[in-house]
């Protein structure tokens, strides 16, 4: 039975997609926009698992039909709110790059001084595995599998906590910062009277739809 209904929805996905497809005048901005590459992916592993085998390994993949959900529920008026958040990961993508290379360069640093320090004896039996210290240390997890045994490990392990604690705040900064700005700007946008278009930059004149005078706006 679950059979036949797994079947019958893979058909009526496909046959959905395919008719959006046939219907639209550009079908190429339907195929490789968001929802429709969710549609394809809700019912082509079904297809090729029917045609090549290989169920397993496509069961992740078909649970990407949930997502659906949001069409279903017309839960598509939010993604605009999800867009804002984007748009500030964009604005300060350099800052946090340049962070993240200074973070790396640290943790580099850091595990090489513990390294020498402590030695294999303390279980630091390499270079990268000290480096894997530091990354747990200076993001404060702290697993425990591995910890500094002279004072001079401990000491350095110290600063390293303090620093993490202070690493951390500043991507969460800048992100703040950039969703803010994001967030204004959205506000800012002018809604015009005629047609209730809000996309308008906060110096338009006019309706970049209609044409209608935003003066009075």
Same mark, same amino acid.
């Given at each position: 039975m679950?059979?036949?209904?797994?079947w019958?929805?893979?058909v009526l996905?496909?046959?959905?997609y395919?008719?959006?497809?046939?219907?639209?005048?550009?079908p190429s901005? /339907? #195929?490789?926009?968001?929802?429709? $590459?969710?549609?394809?992916?809700?019912?082509?592993?079904? %297809? !090729?698992?029917? %045609?090549?085998?290989?169920?397993?390994y /496509?069961?992740?993949?078909?649970?990407?039909r %949930?997502?659906r959900? /949001?069409?279903v529920?017309?839960?598509?008026?939010?993604?605009s709110?999800?867009? =804002?958040? #984007?748009?500030?990961? !964009?604005?300060?993508k350099?800052? =946090?790059?340049?962070?993240?290379?200074?973070?790396?360069?640290?943790? *580099?640093? =850091?595990?090489?001084?513990?390294?020498?320090?402590e030695?294999?004896?303390?279980?630091?039996?390499? !270079?990268?595995r000290? *480096?894997?210290?530091? +990354?747990?240390?200076?993001?404060?997890?702290?697993y425990?599998d +591995?910890?500094?045994?002279?004072?001079?490990?401990?000491? %350095?392990?110290? +600063?390293?906590? =303090?620093l993490?604690? &202070? $690493?951390?705040?500043?991507?969460?900064? $800048?992100?703040?910062?950039? $969703?803010?700005?994001?967030?204004? &700007?959205?506000?800012?946008?002018?809604?015009? &009277?005629?047609?209730?278009?809000?996309?308008?930059?906060?110096?338009?004149?006019?309706?970049?739809?209609?044409?209608?005078?935003?003066?009075?706006?």
């Open positions: 679950f059979l036949i209904l797994e019958s929805v893979t996905f496909a046959a959905e395919l008719l959006r497809v046939l219907c639209l005048r550009r901005d /339907f #195929v490789f926009s968001f929802f429709g $590459i969710v549609d394809l992916l809700a019912f082509l592993p079904t %297809l !090729i698992t029917a %045609l090549f085998g290989g169920r397993a /496509f069961v992740v993949v078909r649970a990407v %949930l997502l959900v /949001f069409r529920f017309k839960l598509g008026r939010y993604l709110e999800g867009r =804002i958040i #984007v748009d500030a990961l !964009i604005a300060g350099r800052k =946090i790059l340049v962070l993240l290379f200074g973070v790396g360069t640290m943790v *580099i640093v =850091i595990g090489t001084l513990m390294y020498i320090v030695g294999a004896d303390s279980g630091y039996t390499s !270079i990268p000290s *480096i894997y210290w530091a +990354i747990v240390t200076l993001t404060t997890v702290g425990g +591995i910890a500094p045994q002279t004072v001079a490990g401990q000491t %350095l392990a110290s +600063i390293v906590m =303090i993490g604690y &202070s $690493i951390i705040a500043v991507p969460t900064g $800048i992100v703040t910062v950039e $969703i803010s700005r994001a967030g204004a &700007s959205a506000v800012n946008r002018r809604r015009c &009277s005629a047609c209730s278009l809000k996309a308008h930059d906060a110096d338009a004149v006019f309706c970049k739809r209609c044409g209608n005078s935003l003066a009075a706006e």
